[in-house]
């Protein structure tokens, strides 16, 4: 293996394999909930992540900043429906009371929380009376195992508030906490259709930080591919086009989704703000192209790899062939003369051993020549 | 084979190869009908799977529920027509009369009398005067014979009433009867369109649980296939796409049955359940993106495989190769000096033995000493 | 080969050799026409394929039914234009006179008229003053050569007449003929767009029979394929799947044919008759599946074929590899001592013989070990 | 190679190779324009063809045709614009200054008749003032070296004239003109459209000869890959395949083309001329399909190329098995009791010998039984 | 190697392998901004490819032209906003303040300036007040690395000034600028819209070129391929493969774009013009036609290569076959008279040995016999 190729411990292999063992599980939940139960029933599918929900609240206007934790979300509201801007941030879906409050507060469908809770949706916008609900998919990659790792945000976004949710802390969106905090650019004087935006934003930026991690990988293993096409190189391969079976299926309606954004069906966002909107819609494009390139170049690595294997059988074959071709009739006049029959003339001839030596060298040395004339050696 | 794929007996792969054998039986049963019959004409098409047609009527209202076994279709008109919701559901298809009998009492078309009879349609939904009818598949994954086993389930839904056709009892609908027993959530106090959504719901989130079952299998399939890819293990990847096939066919029909219906083409169905029936069109969408997914993760499974043999055949041709390689030579020097010449001045010699076998062992290191250097060690 | 699959002389082989060979013949007969002749003369430009045009008319109404055989077209005339409805079927198309007749008598198009003798057009529907043309396949599967076998329908449908002409003579009709004798079903009430309707339908159920006796081979071939993967076996996939391709050219036209006809855009066909040709549309989809499933069975079939072709080479090479790498490095040192050199001190030992077999024997059973552990035993 | 196959001298392979080498070059010819100069400056991009252009008139009413060949373009402009139907063919485009005085004349656009030189033009339809220009690709089948060979043909067509131009002499076009001096069907008696239409039927019904040619190399290579895949026929699939894209790329935008013509976007074309276009463009399609069929009965054929080689393998690889298992073991017990260790007490006794070679007889009987039982044999 | 393809260093390998390593690179370059940055920062995210930013004006109109190489982006303003037409060039965009200065005057909007700077953008257009935004890819050939260069240009068009972006000299432009210099053709009489067509029409002539280029070697390496099947080539076509990828992703957006500037959504482009950027559309399908036909050819020419592996293979093992084959038998026997039994009576036989020698020329003779019957020699 080239030193292109970061190593990886034994474990790691046996972790990716459980990894991949969630590829439906990655990408559907709704067997844990009981079949026939009540539609709009919350409840939370994903695993538990996290011991206690935490609630951040930022609450800002041009003119000043205000960043609380909040024990409970009821504390929110009352910023929520103030003046200025609030974007309250919820990491953990566990506990189902508190989106149940922000549903029942802000008149949001049963349905719609639901799917906030049910977290292997696929990207979608819904409206509602004055609040919309946009869910996406963050993505990022874990190096060791080689996977994707995905986790779902949603976003109710309403007039001078927005709520969103994640799985569990950590996110890509500590560069907007700074920006809004220094007040820097335009977001601080803008209304929440734009932070929902630069939030949006950010996760579509961050596909593309994954696409490159993954296109190195992709790149190391295609030089590997060449000089050793290993069971373990094929194993990768697979590995990789199964992670980009699930990027994929994030990608596609993530572009169906910032399309309906920028083609102005929700009457919250500005025409400025759509005109952003519109550019991370090409953004997303862009991602897809390049998921989509990924895979073919995945496709002709797993070409390169059969046809590296074929050549090294090839090539194996070869040797055996030519150390047989030249040996084998070689013993065969070597046995000849090994046998006992009393009446065998040459035998008692002075110069027989040398003459058959020599035949023996013409023979061998021919067969070499025939070879390296086929281009074998 | 590894603990994680669960031995099969001998017998369920057989019983496996004949249910392969309904590819076609389990997409179209017309043949079954004698060419040039009348259109409209009413007979049962699928085999006949149970002794006796069952009746199970429930009618309730917000305030109360009753339930009954009904021996004959008519008693079940009187609740029909009443104040109340009726649901009846009948298992069994082979009493045509009693699909006629509702069929005439309702006024539906004989075609659609025909496609609740004949268990092989596509997905659909059709509109009468104040009716509309439902078809749908429900799935079961035979674990023993590794395949999918459908059952047509036809729906007559009218204001007041709601006839659901099935061709065997045993279904998915126990989540739904409990909840209208207990009175749970709002179905008791929604109309038979919201019903006739529950039982749809129903129906898609028992799709998740068998693609999660087929997902399980594949994956153990793919841990298999790394360590020992006999002709056996292909068999069932070749299985399970077939089976795939048929889930395939089952489930992109739905999303468009399932579209005309949220998208509000019926007058039927109200606002409100509109909004739920988006939610199953959804999840319909989510089926098919996972169904796509798993046909190609077997794909890649079958590559898998194919490279897992050519990696043994490498392996294979390795081992035959070195030691052919090394001992070949070998032989020819031992023939050599087991000729019977006269004139062998070698054989004279007191070290000539030693010195041959130090040579022989030097030929035969070198010779490993390459295969090491080449990496076939 | 296991006997689910149906033996088949040599000479049938042959025969399907040359129905291969029409792949092309079958798809197009333009070639026959002088290039550069005037469009809209009309010749016959498939094989004569009887003697004798044979004309046959069934005139009725719900009273009363007539059946005769015509010498001359023209006397079909009065029929046609009387007030029952007649059905003139014509088997044979090589007499133009026939088809220019009614042509000019009911005003069809010339072009019209050309499709329909030149016998490979593409299923279609036109529309003229007040007539309309259906161009349909009949197709049957012709069990000896396993070749798909299709024939021109053409029907001139006019308001109290309908034309059907055929190539030759056998159809899928004689069901209808029935039903208009004994007058069953609502056949004899209606009018010629029924009719029409009656015959699409024969046709499109037949093909559904067709479908079943290639999936029954189909089966049959996949089990063989596992036990046997012979060449024979090969070609029959292939040829399987050439005719797949015959079919679905037929099929997926005649989807957009019935889709037009049930969209109501032409004046002549009532909503009643509609709805049928709505149900028959709703088959040809199910047929379209049906193929598209069956070529994918195809393709997965000639998956296990390699795959069994190159484990069948797997245990060729394990057989030789396990002999070989056994025996040869014994066999070396059987040749060892062998060896006629003065001064080999072993062979004067008296326990040296015994010895070398003990060791033999351990060489020997050690590598049977290793293979065994292997998995290659 | 069976007498099937037309055997093909050396050389004829190497020209094929020389015209597969312009896959590019016939798809493509702009770069022989120099880059970046200006649009509309006219220049011929193919190969010069021919000498000398030649001009041919053929001006016609329904009561007489004259036929000239012209020296200058400039003496077909007062029969263009007389009362009766010019048709002026011009073979050969080297001369631009032909095709710049008919575009000045007629108000044609500079970039159409760019596009009248560059001969490698995807087939469209353009409008001007009271001109429509008709880009199509004539194709004809080189049977030695088994390619496609394309010219290019544009026709301007005016009221009362039609310019067609070619890149050298020899087309489909004569069955046309004799249709038009032996005053045969319609064509006398209707406008340029019609005309033009006839040209493009006549080319549209030259693709199926082409095809039919086509098919029949196809299946008589069929029938040689399944007695001998030789490489040779690999590369004639190949090559085939290759030509089949040159095909593609003509008609599917040949079927656009014509579908514009239908549809009736030109005010030029009337009512009646626009069904039998309509007729060209089913048969356009027919072409399509045809193709596209015939471009997967050569994956078939490759698939089948490749399924024989690799059954040659196993057959190579069978006889090697069989021969080296059989004799490998049993020159090891000829090689044993050739050793000469002093003290082998069996070398003394007198059965010894036939025992030896029974019992060599027993295991290689035995051995070949074996491989009966499996079929080897 | 034949002499067709030219030979390359083993240096340009790996400088290719590096080329290669950048198909994610050459995709997207989001990566390199700081995630969550304020959309519409300005900076520029390609390498910085030159030292110092060049401007080079050209403002013309029908009489005079005068062309200058100014210092600072705001001395072209005054020859902008004056009533010639002025035409910037502006290579190198790492002074994200030129690419600023030009927004803030024209009132291009930020996210457009952000489009210019960030080197990977799809192409596309975008329309501001009086302005519009054309990005598009130009590309170029590295013959020595056989990889595709693409470097971004930005046209910002305004009423009467055209500004140009490139990453670095050097372009495709210098045929447009000696016709602006020369005054020929209509370029000088015309508006910044037909010197934007003129600049784009250069740069889709351009891709042909490329496409010749690599078609060639397309073509040299199917030679190759045929000759020698060596890794070396497959490593080529793989890389060849993925560069189409590179060119199709280029080609397949630019498409759209010059759809949208042909179709006229830009009031800023005059219907003149449309005509000319119909015909640049019409050469863009070219351009994906034949993108599209040599990735097919690719993967043609990658059967072939398989083909040729395999074929090779079978060689191999015939010559093993053969040479073992007979060999090994007659070893057997030569074996069996080297035993040393004291009873061997043939031993002890005057013509035991030649006859011995004649049965052995039996046998080899008959085993060539039949290779050669069976087509192997």
Redesign the interface.
């Known amino acids: 293996m080239s030193a292109t190729v970061p190593t990886r411990p034994a474990e790691s292999i046996v972790a990716r394999?459980r990894g991949?063992?969630s590829?439906?599980?990655r990408?559907?939940s709704?067997?844990k909930?009981?079949?026939?139960?009540?539609?709009?029933?919350l409840f939370h599918t994903g695993r538990r992540k996290m011991e206690q929900v935490r609630l951040r609240l930022i609450d800002y206007d041009v003119d000043r900043i205000e960043e609380l934790t909040l024990s409970t979300i009821e504390e929110s509201f009352s910023y929520a429906e103030g003046p200025r801007i609030s974007w309250v941030n919820i990491d953990g879906l566990h506990e189902v009371d508190i989106v149940q409050a922000v549903g029942e507060r802000f008149g949001v469908?049963a349905?719609a929380l639901?799917?906030v809770l049910s977290t292997?949706?696929?990207p979608?916008v819904e409206e509602f009376d004055d609040h919309f609900l946009v869910i996406l998919t963050m993505l990022s990659f874990d190096e060791a195992t080689e996977s994707v790792v995905s986790e779902q945000l949603s976003l109710i976004v309403g007039q001078r508030h927005l709520f969103s949710f994640q799985e569990r802390p950590g996110d890509?969106?500590?560069?907007?906490r700074?920006?809004l905090r220094h007040g820097?650019?335009?977001?601080r004087t803008r209304g929440t259709d734009y932070l929902a935006?630069?939030l949006i934003?950010?996760i579509v930026?961050?596909y593309?930080?994954i696409?490159?991690t993954?296109?190195?990988r992709i790149?190391a293993l295609?030089?590997t591919v060449?000089d050793?096409p290993s069971?373990e190189v094929?194993?990768r391969i697979?590995g990789l086009?199964?992670e980009m079976?699930i990027l994929r299926?994030a990608v596609w309606p993530l572009r169906e989704t910032l399309g309906q954004l920028y083609r102005g069906e929700l009457p919250q966002i500005t025409d400025e703000t759509r005109?952003?909107l519109r550019?991370v819609y090409?953004?997303s494009?862009?991602v897809i192209?390049?998921v989509e390139?990924?895979r073919?170049?995945l496709s002709?690595a797993?070409?390169?790899?059969?046809?590296?294997?074929?050549?090294?059988?090839?090539e194996?074959?070869?040797?055996?062939?030519i150390?047989?071709?030249i040996?084998?009739?070689?013993?065969?006049f070597?046995?000849?003369?090994?046998?006992?029959?009393?009446?065998?003339p040459?035998?008692?001839v002075?110069w027989?051993?040398p003459a058959?030596l020599t035949f023996m060298a013409i023979i061998g040395g021919g067969m070499l020549w025939q070879f390296r004339r086929k281009?074998?050696l």
Chains 1, 2, 3, 4, 5 share one sequence.
């Open positions: 394999a991949v063992r590829v439906v599980g990408m559907v709704h067997a909930k009981a079949p026939g139960s009540a539609p709009g029933t469908h349905l639901e799917d292997t949706q696929r979608k890509v969106f500590e560069g907007v700074e920006r820097k650019g335009r977001l935006y630069t934003d950010a930026d961050s593309f930080r696409l490159e993954i296109g190195d790149e295609e030089d060449l050793d069971m094929m194993k697979h086009k199964r079976l299926r005109v952003f550019d090409d953004h494009v862009q192209d390049t390139t990924l073919e170049v002709g797993m070409d390169l790899y059969l046809s590296g294997v074929s050549n090294r059988m090839n194996v074959m070869k040797v055996l062939t150390i047989a071709t040996f084998i009739p070689l013993s065969f070597a046995g000849l003369y090994g046998m006992n029959f009393e009446y065998m040459e035998l008692g002075r027989a051993y058959l281009g074998w």
